[in-house]
């Protein structure tokens, strides 16, 4: 539960930063850009975050070897 509402609270945070930096108000004096995390999509966890996946390494990792993400495979040799 915990990490639902983080993962809420970055995303509003997101909205809210994008739409000033839209409209050119000055952004540094109300939000800082430092505070924006990345989150999985899938548990919202934040480290581990891979970004052209939107996903943690664990969430990464299972969806892998399940063969969900496309061109994607576990290599052997």
Do not use: P, T
Request: glycine residues 6%; hydrophobic residues 40%.
């Amino acid at each position: 539960m915990a990490r639902l509402a983080l993962k809420l609270k970055a995303e509003r945070f997101k909205k809210d930063h994008f739409a000033a930096v839209a409209k050119g108000n000055d952004v540094k004096k109300r939000l800082f850009s430092s505070k924006v995390y990345n989150r999985c999509k899938r548990c919202g966890r934040v480290k581990g975050y891979m970004r052209k996946f939107e996903l943690c390494r664990i969430c990464f990792r299972e969806l892998a070897n399940q063969g969900l993400i496309m061109g994607i495979r576990k290599s052997s040799w």
